[in-house]
């Protein structure tokens, strides 16, 4: 009796993913796109792009909702407990992934059980940039002086992408440049111009212009291919060390609860938005590689991240504390 009646329940379930399919995103309602940075970021502008376009193409209401602090972890609590409805978006970054090592047990959510994957958009190389007068002249020099003085590093704080890249080349390199983490990019971005900084791993769209204007000099990508914003620059790959390739990603997930009919449709649009022309161009003039992947796809990258800089972060002994 009870194997009948689940043989009979079952392509009722399957008509219920077909129906929320058609009716996913429910007429009328606004779906909202949590960014967990501040407005005016990588994040942030990457979210505004796929928002809009997603808008115009479901004829619905797309709100960025900007949730900024803790490294990304108080916006991503708010969607891990969001209603599963498909309504609620999150953005996130590389910097998600490396949070769950680093506020594992500390954490009031789950990010691997409470959210979901729909889709990887874009990725951009970090960028070692040092002074404009540093007598440090390519990656090569780089490593040498590393070993052999006491060089600085700064960052955007503890266990950001910036810091990561620091901690996986001092690894791989066997250095130890010494890291200054600093609240936000820009102002370690200046010190670096001025001088009371060695380097930064960067990110690519906070050092770009100041590469361009000669106040910095960039010595590596952190790419297996060249980038075209600075197109004489060498990649990691091309210098022998292409395990240093970082880039520093943004995705959108959903909440866990969210059914697989929406996820699917909603991985599938973004992934044709990121697609277009338009898009592309428009990411391409930030910084960002289009590297656009549904939910499946999403999601083994996203546990391949998350190991690897579980790696780096425990070799590293590294700590938000």
Known sequence: MQRRTLLKTAPLLCLTGAAWAQEYPRAGATIRYVVPFPPGGLTDVMARLVGQQLGERWKTNVVIDNK?????????????????DGQTLLAITMTHA????????????????????????????????????????????????????????????????????????????????????????????????????????????????????????????????????????????????PQLAVENWTAIMVPAGTPEAAVAKLGAEVVKIMGTPDVDERARTQGFRVDARGPQAFGAFLNEEVERWARVIAAAKISVE
């Open 68 to 84: 900024p602090g803790s490294g990304g972890q108080i916006g991503a609590a708010e969607v891990a407990k969001a209603p599963g």
């Open 98 to 241: 490396a949070n769950v090592t680093l506020f594992k047990g500390r954490a009031p959510f789950d990010f691997m059980k409470d959210l979901r994957p729909v889709a990887l958009l874009a990725g951009s190389p970090m960028l070692f940039v040092v002074p404009a007068a540093s007598p440090i002249k390519d990656y090569k020099d780089l490593v040498a002086r590393a070993r052999s003085s006491k060089l600085n590093a700064g960052s955007s704080g503890n266990g950001t992408p910036p810091h990561l890249t620091l901690a996986l080349f001092n690894d791989i390199n066997k250095t130890d440049i010494q890291h200054v983490p600093y609240k936000g990019g820009a102002p370690s971005m200046t010190d670096l111009i001025g001088g009371q900084l060695d380097i930064i791993f960067s990110n690519l769209p906070e050092s770009i212009a100041h590469v361009k204007s000669g106040r910095l000099r960039a010595l590596a990508i952190a790419s297996n291919t060249r980038h075209a914003l600075v197109p004489d620059v060498p990649t990691t790959a091309e210098l022998g060390v």
